[in-house]
């Protein structure tokens, strides 16, 4: 066999035990998740200088052109189709939540999107991937720890929440599309096709209703450097190529935890309060994703 491009997948994993690879690919899973939790600092701030198109534009540009000087302009080309299909499905579901925030709030998006959780593993059962009864109990305890996290108010639906909720059923099909194309293409090529197909679209859209300044951008720019480097450039990619050797199911509840790690970058750089709630809803996020750890440890038994 022939040795693996950059970004195969022994570029990350070496030739170990399966289940010491699931261990590993979970280990870099949740460390997505805090790199995305804390960038939510980092939007908070872009969004008080740029509209959430440019933002868009601007990092996942950044990130597709990082991964693409990484690989020395030598993407494969047999990951087109499927990086661009991923691309598609992140740039909908990032466009139906930023617009569903117009009409609703930030609370009740944050635990809506959230519901994921439970749309991976039910969207999974459904393509034939059973789940067992540990991966639908961490999948419900960490949608009660977001419901504790986001402390939604005044649950009155309107066209802002049934936004969201479309939103999370496509952030769930890009987890489930990740599953299904990352182990058959290269990892960083995936990844890169994903990012230029979303810096195309989102700098199409804002080009005709946001027409950011010079200044603007230069005021953004620590929030786009963050976002395009590391949420994007290092997160993203580190989840196409995680999701080599996790299960859906388990994969959507890990990730989740960006909601406890976006709590903890506020309190530690915005200096927002963490309350009893909060900390009871991270609880229940945690013992959710060591659930699901133990749920894919199982699995790895009978194969």
Do not use: C
């Not at 953004?220 to 290092?234: D, E, K, Q, T």
């Amino acid at each position: 066999m022939a040795s693996n491009p950059v970004g195969g997948p022994n570029a990350v994993f070496p030739q170990t035990p399966t289940s010491r690879r699931v261990w590993q690919a979970h280990a870099l899973l949740l460390l997505t998740a805090a790199i995305w939790g804390f960038g939510f600092v980092a939007q908070r701030y872009a969004m008080a200088h740029v509209g959430p198109f440019t933002f868009n534009a601007a990092r996942f540009g950044l990130g597709a052109t990082m991964l693409w000087l990484w690989q020395r302009g030598r993407a494969p080309t047999a990951a087109r189709r499927a990086g661009l299909a991923l691309g598609a499905l992140l740039f909908i579901a990032a466009s139906l939540q930023q617009a569903g925030l117009v009409f609703t709030t930030a609370g009740k998006a944050g635990f809506i999107t959230g519901l994921y959780v439970v749309l991976v593993p039910l969207l999974a059962h459904l393509r034939g991937q059973r789940q067992g009864p540990t991966v639908w109990l961490g999948a419900g305890l960490a949608v009660a720890g977001l419901y504790l996290l986001s402390e939604p108010r005044g649950w009155r639906l309107n066209p802002g929440d049934g936004l969201v909720l479309l939103s999370a059923f496509f952030w769930a099909l890009h987890v489930l599309a990740i599953d299904h194309w990352s182990p058959r293409h290269d990892g960083l090529s995936l990844a890169m096709y994903q990012f230029a197909l979303v810096a195309l679209l989102s700098g199409l859209v804002g080009g005709l209703g946001e027409s950011p300044r010079a200044g603007q951008l230069i005021a953004a720019g620590p929030a786009i450097l963050y976002g395009g480097l590391v949420s994007v450039g290092l997160g993203y990619t580190l989840q196409v190529l995680a999701q080599r050797h996790a299960a859906a199911g388990p994969a959507a509840i890990i990730l989740s935890l960006e909601a406890p790690f976006a709590l903890l970058g506020g309190v530690l750089l915005l200096g927002e309060h963490l309350t009893l709630r909060g900390l009871a809803g991270a609880f229940l996020m945690l013992l959710g994703m060591i659930l699901a750890q133990k749920s894919a440890a199982e699995a790895q038994k009978f194969h």
